[in-house]
């Protein structure tokens, strides 16, 4: 079991900067790859960014290319999402997962075993 608890949400105007932070604990973080997903009011949860354990492979949704960066620091259990540039289209909920499994489909829900409560990111214009 891992527990998730992601951190750093807030309110922002539009091209500012935030970072979010997600800290995993439990009985084991070795080996995890990790996802941030964000879901707006009356939407479906969609999938924003991830990262490979080793950090080697970051995908990322087309709508946050080049204005977000995932990365982790696995001595401190800890991926973050470093947004910038940031756009009212990106207010949601942001949530991030966990899964250990050996061939992770990133972009996919399904895929990720444990999920935060989330964090709630507001831009406004």
């Known amino acids: 079991q891992v527990q998730l608890v992601e951190s750093g949400g807030g309110l922002v105007q539009a091209g500012g900067s935030l970072r979010l932070s997600c800290a995993a604990s439990g009985r084991t973080f070795s080996g995890y790859a990790m996802g941030w997903f964000r879901q707006a009011p009356g939407k479906e949860r969609e999938f924003v960014a991830a990262?490979?354990?080793?950090?080697?492979?970051?995908p990322y949704a087309d709508s946050v290319k080049g204005r977000f960066t995932i990365s982790r620091e696995n001595a401190k259990n800890t991926v973050y999402l470093q947004m910038n540039s940031l756009k009212p289209e990106d207010t949601a909920v942001y949530y991030c997962a966990a899964t250990n499994a050996g061939s992770a489909v990133y972009r996919v829900e399904r895929t990720y075993d444990y999920w935060g409560q989330g964090t709630q990111v507001t831009v406004s214009s």
């Open positions: 990262i490979s354990w080793l950090g080697g492979s970051t």
